[in-house]
């Protein structure tokens, strides 16, 4: 199994592009979510979705947008990059079962903005 | 707000020493709490969740709800320990909101 995939793996951006980082789980989980990991901070939340069609704020949302048109995919979008945003992002998803709640990580994305 | 802390950024042990990193929480309800570790260049995996009980690579942690606490321990460190360890929870009852982590422990097990 995939797990949770994410793509590009790297990228370096100039201020003021645009890219869509594309996130994709294959074990049919309800949620998805889009951390960002940075040196001291752990991972905040940027945002994320309950199910398909539906996408919610996490704790630093500003400067993103996402979208959850497929069960499995959720898509974050830069719509123009700033140097703020240089950092790790992570994609997971999870699924609720009893004691069996886990949530699966991405490998992860490091975005250069420069 | 759920919070989660983990005091220490840095952890270094001797091989065979014992360890231990800490993890407080803040949230009034029952929360599920979980103890996450990302080796170097690999993704987040789970290590073990409280409500399990388990043993995984000779941790253990404990949920102290008095102290707010869920220290993860091992009595013997290995050098394949050292990683990034995060500590995480969830809200028993708003599941799917968000998994709250901690600003994680690098934990260097030394030869």
């Known amino acids: 199994n995939a797990g949770v995939t994410q793509t590009p793996k790297f990228r370096v951006l100039k201020t003021g592009q645009s890219m869509t980082l594309l996130c994709a789980q294959d074990?049919?989980?309800?949620?998805m979510y889009w951390y960002r990991q940075d040196p001291g901070m752990g991972l905040r939340l940027i945002h994320y979705?309950?199910?398909?069609?539906?996408?919610a704020k996490g704790e630093v949302p500003d400067g993103y947008n996402v979208s959850r048109l497929k069960k499995q995919n959720f898509l974050l979008g830069l719509e123009s990059a700033a140097p703020s945003q240089t950092s790790v992002y992570f994609c997971?998803?999870?699924?609720?079962?009893?004691?069996?709640?886990?949530?699966?990580f991405g490998q992860g994305t490091r975005l250069t903005v420069v | 707000a759920q919070r989660v802390t983990q005091p220490e950024k840095l952890l270094s042990v001797f091989k065979g020493a014992p360890v231990e990193l800490k993890c407080n929480y803040s949230?009034?309800?029952?929360?599920?709490l979980f103890w996450y570790v990302q080796y170097s260049r690999q993704r987040l995996q789970l290590l073990l969740r409280?409500?399990s009980r388990e043993s995984i690579k000779g941790f253990t942690a404990d949920l102290n709800k008095g102290e707010t606490s869920f220290h993860l321990k091992k009595p013997f460190a290995q050098e394949e320990d050292s990683a990034m360890y995060y500590c995480?929870?969830?809200?028993?009852?708003?599941?799917?909101?968000?998994?709250?982590f901690g600003p994680g422990t690098r934990l260097s097990v030394l030869p």
């Open positions: 997971a998803s999870a699924t609720r079962q009893g004691m069996n709640t886990e949530a699966f």
């Open positions: 074990m049919n989980h309800e949620y």
């Open positions: 979705s309950v199910g398909e069609g539906t996408t």
């Open positions: 949230y009034s309800g029952s929360p599920e």
């Open positions: 409280h409500i």
């Open positions: 995480a929870l969830i809200p028993a009852r708003n599941y799917g909101q968000n998994f709250v």
